[in-house]
């Protein structure tokens, strides 16, 4: 609630700086000075003074307040709690529920008497962290409501404030992308002290409910967990993707008319809005029974309802409108006179888009493709309901396998022990997914830059 008013109290004070700045800068071209912004440039300097610094420091009071709050509890005489580190700290986080949630119910009886102390230090340290914010924000209202003059440049100021803005927003991809492979590789790194990186990337047994004692590495060969993300988003995924995502693309731009592609691609599109669960229930109730009892057809010993054809398929479906989009887009962007320049030279219709259409548009569908590989690559949810848990090394697709986005969610969720090599696998295999949807993006790049060169 505190932090809420104080949002509020910032945003008032952004907006009464606004306005005095924009009168102010008013009264002086009434007194006949020649201004070097509009009023309005001068009122939104001051907004930006107000409200940027302090909200700078509202995140960083947000960010330390809990260490604050946690040393004047603790360091309160009349507070009584355990010695040991893992029981206060154990305690604190159950009075702090108890805080939040009048009505849970507190395990621990020390952690019902830490509940008014804990509110009264939080309460005074928001109210201190609403007064730094406040006076924060007036010194900036005050600093830029000095500097308002008729010479005064301030719309360059604001520019470049604003580009600083933008260049913050920027950077926030390029630092949490960042954190993400820094995270990644510490946790791996303190994973192969356990495991050995060969036993890890060339093993061929995967089982980790069993890693333990000296032969550890031979129980965490990911191996069968590559093979199963490619065999199922790479391969069977990609051979229903493709061929439909294409086809249906070349239709729509060469052969549909107007009216019927303004009816189907956004009807093909809404298979991307789909949520994965909803493809899984379709997998697990709909198309693996169907494989199932076609396996049985087809003389398969004892098929299985979980079975890598029946999550590819289903995900094939899914990634549709990923390869579809791009390739309509593409096509579409091909110059007319390239087209109109074929059939003029006695080529059929057909012949000009597999000879001209299609090599001139195949920058973008290669993006199409390689987006496809990695969103597929990357699913979880079509593989739990419909493809199994079993890590293992076959051909063939009527076969249960499972790929390295379901073992993650095995190996992180539910009680687990966080610094055990169980867990920490589950950090290398997302390592090893992140470098293959990147190597894959880079090969996408340099494609299109290649074809590209070529066509343009």
């Known amino acids: 609630m505190v932090s809420l008013l104080v949002l509020l109290a910032m945003i008032a004070l952004g907006l009464g700086g606004w306005i005095a700045a924009r009168a102010k800068a008013r009264s002086l071209r009434a007194a006949g000075a020649t201004l070097s912004a509009l009023p309005a440039h001068y009122g939104w300097y001051t907004a930006l003074w107000a409200i940027g610094p302090a909200l700078v420091l509202f995140a960083v009071w947000q960010a330390i307040a809990p260490g604050l709050v946690y040393q004047a509890v603790i360091g309160d005489p009349a507070v009584t709690l355990p010695a040991s580190d893992f029981e206060r700290d154990a305690v604190l986080a159950e009075a702090r529920q108890l805080l939040a949630d009048p009505a849970a119910i507190a395990f621990n009886p020390l952690a019902q008497g830490l509940v008014e102390p804990l509110r009264a230090a939080q309460l005074r340290f928001d109210l201190i962290g609403a007064g730094l914010v406040a006076l924060v924000a007036l010194l900036g209202a005050g600093f830029a409501l000095t500097r308002i003059r008729a010479s005064f440049p ?24 960042l954190g993400i492979i820094v995270s990644l590789i510490y946790e791996t790194a303190a994973f192969f002290r356990y495991v050995s990186p060969l036993d890890f990337l060339f093993g061929l047994h995967w089982n980790p409910q069993s890693g333990t004692g000296p032969d550890i590495g031979r129980t965490f060969g990911a191996v069968p967990l590559f093979w199963g993300t490619l065999f199922i988003g790479a391969i069977i995924a990609m051979l229903v993707a493709v061929p439909l995502g294409l086809m249906s693309a070349i239709y729509l731009t060469q052969y549909a008319s107007a009216r019927l592609r303004r009816w189907m691609k956004p009807l093909l599109e809404i298979l991307a809005g789909v949520p994965t669960v909803v493809y899984g229930y379709f997998a697990a109730l709909t198309v693996a029974p169907l494989i199932r009892d076609f396996a049985g057809v087809v003389g398969v010993d004892n098929p299985s309802t979980e079975s890598a054809l029946a999550a590819g398929l289903v995900m094939g479906v899914m990634i549709i409108p990923f390869v579809s989009s791009m390739a309509d887009d593409s096509i579409a962007a091909v110059p007319q006179a390239m087209r109109d320049g074929s059939l003029a030279m006695g080529a059929t219709q057909s012949e000009t888009i597999k ?26 949810m079509i593989v739990v309901m419909a493809a199994g848990a079993v890590a293992r090394l076959s051909v063939n697709p009527f076969d249960s396998m499972t790929t390295v986005t379901y073992q993650i969610v095995q190996m992180l969720t539910g009680d687990q022990e966080f610094n055990s090599p169980k867990t920490l696998s589950a950090f290398a295999l997302g390592l090893v997914l992140f470098i293959v949807t990147l190597m894959l993006n880079i090969i996408a790049l340099r494609v299109v830059k290649r074809f590209r060169e070529a066509y343009e």
């Open 355 to 380: 000879k001209v259409m299609i090599p001139a548009a195949l920058p973008g569908i290669v993006a199409g493709v390689m987006l496809a590989i990695s969103r597929a690559i990357g699913e979880t």
């Open 154 to 177: 301030a719309r360059t100021r604001v520019e470049q404030m604003v580009l600083l803005v933008l260049l913050g927003a920027s950077l926030v991809a390029i630092l949490t992308t």
